[in-house]
């Protein structure tokens, strides 16, 4: 499934590759899509984007000399969501939503969802249940997790956490792997006991009223980890977003430390999601779901997140 990474790639992608070209036309739904129709036509408009966690929103302006108004359209990616930028000859068959250039040969910026998984709106608004960014509204991340640990969601292991989109905005399967291993944390340990620590202390100066200060740490800490490993993804290298090539997902597969690596244990969370760790699993452990060690060799990448390959990803 996209994460937060494969989201801002989208977006980089889309700005680098549509940037200042002219879209004419109406836009184009499949007959087959139970999404929306987007009701926007212009003779001459441009395109941005812009992610937000595990959203996108693209933008349509239209030319000054025209009445219309700007239209935002927010995308979620399900399981297999990602955009490509073709020459109309070359349109992918699951292409779900479709942008036409002016002028020829014409290109077309489709909406590429072979299981149909994903989902787009007509807003300019992102969605309500979300938090902010982990990649990109770090501060407001962070502070939103600290100041609602008594949620209920913290309740759960921290596996499970993590992949809650209110507070982990961007985070996902592969990410939560990697975040906890090299922390060492069991996947299976209760979210706020992991997170109570990282509050900011009180202290306090003669006379001078108190505040809050964060000690300093050698290496970063859970929250931190949120930031940095997916900003890591998106520093990779190569051309950034390009779902076809082959050296965007070795790389990938070098990077990983410990999902889907070969000597790992697994556990199903309480969601049926896998998460692959190492050590103990923790106390919040499904009783009967221990899988051992994953031993054999990755033979093929249908694992790999959307971004890292156009195969997409199985239920792991």
């Avoid at 790389?251 to 049926?272: H, I, K, S």
């Amino acid at each position: 499934m996209p994460e937060g990474p494969e989201l801002f790639l989208n977006s980089r992608y889309i700005n680098e590759e549509c940037g200042g070209l002219l879209f004419s036309g109406k836009v184009e739904k499949s007959e087959v899509s139970k999404n929306p129709e987007v009701p926007f036509e212009s003779d001459r408009y441009l395109i941005s984007a812009v992610s937000r966690g595990k959203e996108l929103r693209l933008t349509l302006t239209p030319l000054k000399q025209e009445a219309q108004e700007p239209m935002d359209i927010i995308f979620r990616f399900g399981m297999s969501g990602n955009f490509k930028f073709v020459p109309v000859s070359e349109m992918p068959k699951h292409a779900h939503l479709r942008f036409y250039t002016r002028g020829s040969p014409p290109r077309v910026l489709c909406f590429v969802d072979f299981r149909r998984f994903g989902r787009w709106e007509v807003s300019s608004s992102w969605q309500v249940d979300r938090g902010p960014c982990v990649m990109l509204e770090y501060e407001k991340f962070r502070e939103n997790v600290l100041r609602n640990l008594s949620d209920k969601a913290f309740d759960k292991p921290i596996c499970e956490a993590l992949l809650n989109q209110k507070f982990f905005n961007g985070v996902g399967n592969y990410l939560r792997a990697e975040i906890l291993y090299r922390l060492k944390i069991p996947p299976f340990e209760k979210a706020r006991t992991v997170l109570e620590d990282l509050k900011p202390q009180e202290q306090s100066s003669g006379l001078t009223s108190r505040k809050k200060v964060k000690p300093k740490q050698e290496t970063p800490d859970l929250l931190e980890l949120c930031h940095l490993v997916p900003m890591e993804v998106v520093n990779l290298g190569g051309k950034g977003y390009d779902p076809v090539r082959t050296s965007d997902y070795t790389m990938f597969l070098e990077w990983t430390q410990c999902y889907f690596v070969p000597g790992m244990q697994t556990l199903r969370d309480a969601n049926g999601r896998t998460i692959w760790f190492q050590g103990t699993p923790g106390p919040m452990a499904p009783k009967g779901e221990y899988w051992g060690l994953l031993g054999s060799p990755v033979s093929d990448f249908s694992w790999i997140p959307i971004h890292w390959v156009a195969k997409g990803a199985n239920s792991f």
